[in-house]
């Protein structure tokens, strides 16, 4: 997270604010997203001498030491607002983000006014009031809120976000620390389902956690060609997509002589391998609750 210790120092400049965009899939700033300021942002920027700068995981602002009285004097809503566009820039970030758009006819847009303050070590402010953005954050493309901060260009390929900062809200009283947003993408988590090929007459094998925070279940079995059979492991909970995956799952065979490690490491999860199910219905009673419950994800994974 972000911090005033965090944040770059220019020479002669005092922050005004930074906007973090992170997201729990990718642990590496700047590598799936870039962002812009609106054509009315930029001109402020340059009519101000404000100066821009990337930011850990965002952008920051700077404004000249000696006129941070005069741009923040008597200030009031409106008269200043920052408005920074972000576009990812991996193509897998629809298939990893929750909440799913499904189709490019939306943007999701936060803004200081509705910031909430996080409780940390470090002064700092969600643009959401969720721990994540939501659904509920998504405007259309072509709402009229949104015509003098997306162009042409953006209608056909729109950012995935739009921060809106006006320095009234937080900025004019922060002091020369400024203040710091942060505005957060949750991942999407699926099931991991393992179909492990083996000769029919393979011991009893099971999938173990080392961590011992993930369990599996055998599901069944699938018939192979050559006569062989994949034996079908699926996880009890869902695992949220990381680009980097910290789990240690073995494959374990037990059979007259004991347990043994087939396999030490079973490869990870990708996420363009997936499926999807339904919650198994039980009662009849229990088909309308299935019916609106949401399909979970599960992500296939094949060992040879």
């Known amino acids: 997270m972000p911090t005033s210790a965090s944040a770059p120092v220019v020479p002669g400049y005092t922050r005004l604010f930074t906007v973090d965009v992170t997201h729990a899939y990718w ?26 700068r990337a930011h850990r995981q965002g952008v920051a602002v700077f404004c000249m030491e000696n006129r941070r009285d005069v741009l923040l004097d008597a200030i009031g809503p409106g008269d200043a607002v920052a408005t920074f566009k972000w576009y990812a820039q991996d193509t897998e970030f629809a298939l990893c983000t929750q909440p799913v758009s ?8 936060v803004g200081s006014g509705a910031s909430v ?3 940390g070590p470090a002064p ?4 959401h009031a969720g721990a994540c953005i939501e659904a509920t954050d998504a405007v259309r493309v072509d709402a009229p809120a949104l015509a003098c901060e997306l162009d042409r260009t953006d209608r056909v390929n729109p950012p995935v976000l739009v921060a809106r900062i006006d320095l009234a809200d937080h900025v004019a009283a922060a ?11 949750a991942a999407r988590a699926s099931c991991w389902r393992y179909y492990y090929v083996c000769a029919p007459d393979a011991g009893v094998l099971s999938v173990v956690d080392l961590d011992e925070k993930v369990s599996f279940v055998n599901v069944g079995s699938e018939a192979r060609p050559g006569g ?12 949220a997509m990381q680009q980097q995956y910290p789990q240690r799952f073995q494959l374990r065979e037990r059979g007259r002589s004991g347990e043994r490690v087939l ?33 979970v994800l599960v992500s296939e994974i094949y060992v040879n």
């Open 102 to 109: 499904p189709d490019r006819s939306s943007v999701y847009v």
């Open 27 to 52: 642990p590496t700033p700047h590598v799936w997203l870039r962002h812009a300021p609106t054509p009315a942002t930029a001109q402020w920027v340059s009519r101000r001498d404000l100066l821009v």
């Open 263 to 295: 396999i030490r490491r079973l490869p990870n999860a990708d996420i363009g391998s997936l499926t999807q199910k339904t919650p198994k219905v039980q009662k009849p009673q229990e088909a309308e609750q299935a019916a609106q419950s949401r399909a």
């Open 175 to 185: 002091g020369a620390t400024g203040v710091d947003y942060v505005a957060n993408f």
């Open 117 to 119: 303050a996080v409780e």
């Open 228 to 239: 062989r059979r994949a034996v079908i492991f699926e996880s009890e909970q869902e695992i």
């Open 124 to 127: 700092l402010r969600r643009l």
